[in-house]
């Protein structure tokens, strides 16, 4: 296997979780742009993702898809990016939790929101995530009282929540509280975060020029 990167998204998707966690890495990667109604349901790239979504990552001839795996692979891949405990140290088990936490109730929660959907009362036990609120006060319990899920080690896992949190916090689905604002704040000031911003920023679709 080679160990070619290679990249495949749209800088208006979750594939800008990876770009930042790519960029985190700090391995050689190569980019390839797709767009929704054409290129990413073409049979090529279906080939590599068959939901015809994006981000994917090709690593030689392993390809893995959503974005919480695909950053766990790339921390346990280079290792000397430090963006995971290393195997059998006692945090594997906090960091575990806490991408999948993001991965699983969080995301789950705010996209039910963003739809207007709410659980019925009494049917919580049905919802992974119980209720929105109940993600919400468990985060603000964590973020409170350390500055990364990992005490005060940034991680993977960082990449992935603080992805999720800033961009809920943008568009609704997340409240804008103190906790998160202040984590949101500390982790996308990273010189890895500013780069993938940047780097996807240049990508967006140029917009159509006012009418005058």
């Not at 088990?93 to 009362?121: C, D, H, I, M, S």
């Not at 409170?144 to 949190?165: C, E, K, N, P, T």
């Amino acid at each position: 296997m080679t160990d070619d990167l290679v990249f495949y998204t749209h800088p208006m998707s979750r594939g800008r979780i990876v770009r930042w966690m790519l960029e985190e890495v700090g391995q050689p990667y190569r980019t390839e742009l797709l767009e929704y109604a054409t290129t990413m349901k073409a049979p090529a790239y279906l080939a590599i993702n068959p939901m015809g979504k994006v981000p994917a990552l090709r690593h030689g001839d392993t390809v893995v898809t959503e974005c919480a795996a695909i950053c766990t692979y790339l921390a346990d891949a280079f290792p000397g990016a430090g963006l995971a405990p290393p195997p059998g140290d006692r945090l594997r088990g906090t960091y575990y939790r806490w991408l999948f936490y993001a991965a699983g109730p969080l995301e789950a929660a705010v996209t039910n929101k963003g739809l207007g959907f709410e659980v019925p009362a009494g049917k919580e036990m049905m919802a992974g995530y119980g209720r929105h609120a109940d993600v919400m006060a468990t985060l603000d319990e964590l973020l409170s009282r350390q500055d990364y899920v990992i005490d005060d080690r940034f991680s993977a896992a960082d990449v992935y929540l603080g992805s999720h949190l800033g961009w809920g916090m943008q568009f609704g689905g997340v409240e804008n509280r103190p906790a998160f604002e202040r984590y949101w704040q500390r982790v996308s000031q990273r010189p890895a975060a500013v780069r993938a911003k940047e780097i996807d920023d240049a990508l967006m679709p140029a917009r159509p020029a006012a009418p005058r």
